[in-house]
């Protein structure tokens, strides 16, 4: 967690996202981990979170999921790779497309 929270940090200084935006994703992990720990299962071995990360992660969301509601905003390319992953799978999956 605290190498996400550390990467959330970064991304704001690099004006990829907001420093709202980063604190909002830190404060939802930290109440995730509040509630329900065994919720967050944190990959001990990666030490940066860069694409090939991400898509890891894609990959064991997949394959824990029953289903898939997927929001593709601005075609970011992860979450086409999820739901590359959910189709191959061949679970349910809804998705909604915006732009902004």
Excluded: C, W
Excluded at 15 to 32: F, M
Excluded at 75 to 83: L, M, N, P, Q
């Amino acid at each position: 967690m605290e190498i996400y929270i550390s990467h959330y940090r970064k991304r704001a200084q690099e004006g990829v996202i907001t420093e709202r935006q980063a604190k909002t994703l830190i404060t939802q992990l930290e109440k995730i981990k509040k509630l329900d720990s065994s919720s967050l299962i944190e990959n001990i071995i990666n030490k940066i979170i860069d694409k090939r990360a991400y898509f890891e992660r894609n990959t064991e969301v997949v394959k824990a999921a029953d289903e898939l509601v997927a929001f593709h905003i601005n075609k970011s390319e992860g979450v086409a790779d999820t739901i590359e992953k959910a189709k191959q799978k061949g679970i349910p999956l809804k998705t909604f497309v915006y732009t902004i």
